[in-house]
């Protein structure tokens, strides 16, 4: 039962759902629950650093129940999508209305829709990789399974990644760095990619042609069933679940460096690389995403079995909060730099 806990991550399309009916005030039920009711709830509830036995983790590891709350996301999303795009095209809303639902639907997207295909990405399995390609479509993001796999994994805590925040960075900065620079590296590294393999980069082949003319033609298709009111939307709700998956990855790294050895290569991945979240409720509602350092020390373990490491540094608040606090930054540098200081692969700053 105890793994039940993690049917709650529905909650959130859920809100989302609810608002999308009720409107009026419900509209704004998916940001209260993310940005509100969880961050207080975390404040007040202990922090859990109990780990899976190791005899128990490959059998948890194949348990198919965990693989298939991660595919149920993928009709909720679409679905939840399709009813944002309705009623907005179809339905007469305030500007309250209209702002509360595209925020509340992006933040699914980037929830439900990119944080699940970051994890189904790193499968090795083809349905899987195909779901995580399928759920970054209505994101417009569908580069990052490139860029995430081959291209941040590799770089991480490097001036080479540009997911990788510096030490006094303002996050809408590093936005800007990180959407440009991480489309820009995945397209370099399908382009190695096909030279290595000897084949020609403008071709079916080079997965980010693949990507752009699927990415359009997902815009096209709203374009023509809604109109420029569908079209308009779908645009906001992929950059609102964009921003979101960008000020995660500001929160994941910032300021943590790894040092460059005599060879002139950056030392091995450690869990000192990526800052971690023990708050229950995050770990829930992202699959336990803020388990981050186990993550990158070991990509391919499932979200289930991912462990606390006590030398990896923690954040004072769980994910929800510590995005709050990065979109303000006097805040966010008021609380990370006096941990960053006391953090061995903190940058100098």
Wanted: proline letters at 5%; glycine letters at 6%; aromatic letters at 12%.
């Amino acid at each position: 039962m105890k793994d039940a806990k993690y049917l709650a991550a529905y909650l959130l399309p859920l809100s989302a759902a609810v608002a999308l009916y009720f409107q009026g005030a419900w509209s704004w039920a998916t940001v209260v629950l993310a940005f509100v009711l969880i961050p207080v709830v975390e404040i007040f509830t202990p922090q859990s650093s109990v780990n899976v036995a190791t005899e128990e983790e490959q059998r948890r590891s194949n348990l198919r129940f965990f693989d298939g709350l991660l595919y149920l996301n993928l009709p909720v999303v679409f679905a939840l999508v399709g009813a944002y795009l309705y009623v907005l095209t179809q339905k007469a809303l305030s500007v309250s209305e209209l702002l509360g639902l595209t925020l509340g639907v992006g933040i699914v997207l980037g929830a439900n829709g990119i944080n699940v295909a970051h994890e189904l990405g790193h499968r090795s399995d083809r349905t899987a990789r195909f779901c995580a390609k399928l759920l970054l479509l209505p994101s417009l993001y569908q580069h990052f399974f490139i860029e995430h796999n081959r291209g941040h994994h590799k770089h991480v805590a490097t001036d080479k990644d540009p997911a990788s925040a510096r030490a006094g960075q303002i996050v809408y900065f590093f936005w800007f760095q990180s959407i440009t620079g991480s489309w820009r590296s995945a397209w370099r590294l399908e382009k190695e990619r096909l030279l290595q393999e000897g084949k020609s980069v403008v071709s079916w082949g080079n997965e980010m042609i693949r990507f752009t003319i699927f990415q359009t033609l997902w815009l096209v298709v709203v374009g023509i069933l809604l109109g420029p009111v569908g079209l308009v939307s779908a645009l906001c709700i992929a950059l609102i679940s964009i921003l979101l998956l960008e000020t995660i990855n500001y929160v994941e790294h910032y300021g943590l460096r790894r040092r460059m050895l005599a060879s002139g290569r950056p030392e091995p991945v450690l869990p000192i690389h990526s800052w971690n979240s023990d708050h229950e409720l995050g770990r829930i509602f992202l699959y336990e995403l803020t388990r981050h350092s186990d993550h990158h020390f070991k990509a391919t373990r499932k979200y289930q079995i991912l462990r606390h490491i006590d030398e990896s540094p923690q954040l004072p608040y769980g994910y929800p909060t510590s995005i709050i606090l990065a979109l303000l930054p006097p805040l966010w540098f008021a609380v990370m730099h006096p941990r960053l200081k006391d953090t061995s692969a903190a940058m100098a700053f």
